[in-house]
């Protein structure tokens, strides 16, 4: 790894003399290019036949192309569900931790039936362009729309048809993985009924390595069928590659990018060597410093989660608005070669059409008592070492102004009197030199030029305000400590209404989430409301540690045939694809 990191170096240098997340292709670049590995991508995902108003679940492999082990090199993936017109439904940013990452999307009501792309690509996978990224097809029908001629049927596609399963393949593994097996402690249940799913390993060593595992209703049977871990790789059948002079787009290596440029207001002339500043706010806030190098070019690599996409940047040291900051946007995709597979409906399918609907308004009514939960991301440590002493202002008696609040209990930290305005200071640690630095103020994970602003904030809307004394260096510019002040809806944000202040929405990657799995054995009160799941689990992370590993789940009050799917890939990067079935009567 280190060696084509070392490799890559090359082409990393060329970044600093475009502004995109892009550089021309150069004879170096593409040496460069040519001895790092290509990614693949797996999408396991839920259903191939959506209604709107449900859910897609998907987890996505990025997998290294050479040694086929899942891949270290990119941290972002992105996932598409896209229409046959050639236009994104949705486009989401998906954070891969050892190549693996995990997101979903409630199909909403306004979406036309009709035949769709669900299209998986990493930022370095785009220099093989469309055809290198993982697609499979996705048919989405909407019954709440009288326009169905898209998907109704005709003499000319009865191949094409969606028919109701028949129920066949009951009880047995559809396809198996060499050394593996997976098996349920029935095959027949009950409404309500627990059911235990058991992974016996036969001589494959699982331990280590990442799978999927749905459990959902087969109630149709669509003419295409869903890629699987073992045969996805007939996606990929020729790579492109770039070619001296084209565009090479560039590995998120660390974290997603978010890359700028600064320039004069009186000239447009681009601001070289000067500090932006990129916060996030929220509970566990994000603030960095870039320097803008030669061509006024600013980069950010965001590392860390955030979940919040209101960003401000500032050019440090300016207030009286002199800079144009402008945030490159992420270079759109083409999906114009993309191809698609039709099908069609009959009106046999009415009655059962009408009932998933039903069942899913039922359980869409229901969601609050069913909710999946986001998963907290663990905080980051500040950018500026430690949190230092914290108040709470609630533990002391509370004052009208700052100013005050500062005067009467807060140690170490004061305001004084500069040149006839209010300034704020922090006191060094005893047995170092005193200075009359400034301090770096944050408030709402929002670094603030104007103190002016602080002091006139109501000190009653103030939560917390922490006192770092440490000395603290940015740079050419040094700091004495660190005021951090969150308030207490945390809405500092939209006090911001200063000219040099930019407001940018960030593109967010997809939250982590846990789903919600239904427990009668301690269900409580929703043992009393309708059940009509479809998808009785969905565990995208799903680990493997002892062998004869067992999983359960409970049935629903929607009787039918459910398809159990696990996906994945082992340590060593053998793909792990095993189907059954039960029936619930």
Known sequence: MKKWLSIFGLVLLCVFQSYAQTVTASQEALKGYENIPQEKIFVHYNANLLFTGEYLYYKVYCKNNETDVLSTLSKVAYVSLVGSDKKPIFTHKVRLNNGVGQGDFFLPVGTPSGSYKLIAYTQW?????????????????????????????SNDNENSRVEVFNGQNNGTDILNTSGVTLETNNTLFGKREKVLVTLNSLGTDLWGGSYSLSVRKKDFEIPFSKKTSKNYKEIYKSTGSPTLGSRLFLPELRGEVVWGKVTSKSNGSPISNTKVALSIPGQDFVSKIANTNAAGVFYFILQEEFNDTNATFQVLGDTEVNYNIEVSPQTPMDYTSIEFEKFSISPDLEEA?????????????????????????????????????????????RFNTVKETFLEFIDDAWTKNVAGETVFSVRAYENTLSSNFPPLIIVDGIILQDQQKLLNYPARRIKTISIVRDKYYLGADVFQGVIIVETMAGDFYESLTENYVSKIDL????????YFAQNYATAGKTNRIPD??????????????TLDQAWEFYTSDNIGVYEISLEGFTKSGKPVSLQKTIRVE
């Open 125 to 153: 996978m785009r220099n093989g362009g469309d055809h290198h990224f993982f697609k499979d097809n996705i048919g989405v029908i909407n019954p709440y729309q009288n326009a169905q001629e898209s998907i109704l049927a």
């Open 353 to 397: 059409i009408l009932q998933r609907s039903v069942y899913n308004q039922i359980e869409n009514g229901y969601y609050e008592l069913k909710p999946d939960t986001i998963k907290v991301p663990l905080p980051s440590p500040p950018f500026y070492g430690k949190r230092g002493r914290a108040y709470n202002l609630d533990d002391y008696k």
């Open 507 to 514: 593109f967010s990657a997809q939250p982590q989430k846990t």
């Open 532 to 545: 009509f799941r479809s998808q009785l689990l969905w565990k995208p992370n799903l680990e493997v540690s």
